[in-house]
């Protein structure tokens, strides 16, 4: 079963007097138009419901004003929910007294914000320390914790410079280091590259998902970018007028999206990005051990027309590849096969994006070869499979 660290239930954020009136509206399938309309109320939020797993990626996206900043805030109480409940590990944390509370915000969940929110008269290892600070932490120790998240994120040699002496991306790093250091169950992440520069922008993302595999942390990421949210998230959630759309994998929401609005949404995103390599790899139809003849191997060649074969071991883990010409030398001399097996071939994980598998192919001599994290042979990707799939 999954284990779901945070449960939001049907949680609506309400700004104006006559709630009750709004509330009730909304109860009946008014939109937020109407209900500004009727009672003066602005919706930000309407019955929003979801689940996220530990140690996954969520991700909320939508366009300015869908309400998604405003969901991500309930999550930690920034904003109250006029309805709803959010639960951490099952408990309702609407119902935390003030020592709770302060105990949830220092110690399960942080949050990375889009302007950095770093204090410029705070040195890189001060800013990183300032949260363990807070809590009472002894100095050598919250300054060794901070040098293991400066060190995590990049930043080894910077900690005694100034917060001014930093480019954003270098910010943002430090920002990042200091949700992380307090060792938070949940890091929730409120467009935190979006002031960046492109390729400082893909570059944080690369550092986001190494971190994360690194530490297996949960973390919410909120951003207005299709691209960004499925080369990230496992779990994709689109929200507009303040509810929730669609949630679905990236590659579920691109193969069926819910409806028109999820439809043109994500008819932008870069399908490089999207799917992978398990995708579009295909099962291997000549397979030989390594310990068969030279004979055999031509022989399933010749049965499956091709002119290699995937050499694998008892538990099919993956040797190499036997060309033809390899197979046929062997033959002459009544030898093994085994100095003829070409090991030099690529290799790749099913989750590699084909954006990542493109300057592979266009450099392999032979197919890749996709691999679970045991070595066993999953599949193999062609050059002409990686191209199709652009199309």
Partial sequence: MSDIILSVENISKLYGL????AQKLLEEGADKARVAEETGVTVAVNQVSFQVERGSIFVLIGLSGSGKSTVVRCLNLLHRPTSGKVLFEGKDIGSFNKKELLDYRRNHISMVFQSFGLMSHRNVLDNVAYGLEVRGVPKEERQKKAMEMIQMVGLSGWEQKSIDNLSGGMRQRVGIARALASDPDILLMDEPFSALDPLVRRDMQFELLSIQRKMNKTIIFI????NEAFKLGDKVAIMRDGKIVQIATPEEMS??????????????ADKAQVFTAQHIMTTPTCLVRRRDSAAHALQEMRSNGVSSAFVVDSHMNFIGLLPLEGALKARKEEGSIEPYIVSEIPTVSPDMSISDLMPIAADARYPIVVLDQDGGLRGIVTKAAVISSLV
């Fill in 255 to 268: 193969m069926h999206p819910a409806d028109d609005y999820v439809r043109e949404f994500v008819g932008s």
């Fill in 223 to 226: 951003t207005h970018d299709i």
């Fill in 18 to 21: 006559n709630k009750g009136a």
